[in-house]
């Protein structure tokens, strides 16, 4: 998904923890620019630090 739209994160730890947490429908504290790429994407609910 994010590859064909040219996007690049660059943890797969970041990946994982987004899937579970949108998953779950809980919000993730970051200071990590690659969970704002994500958020952008799906519907994962975030508020950086």
Request: include cysteine.
């Amino acid at each position: 998904m994010f590859a064909k739209k040219g996007i690049t994160i660059r943890k797969l730890t970041d990946c994982l923890v987004a899937l579970y947490a949108t998953l779950e429908g809980m919000y993730i504290l970051y200071s990590d620019n690659d969970f704002t790429k994500i958020a952008k994407e799906n519907k994962l609910k975030i508020y950086k630090i």
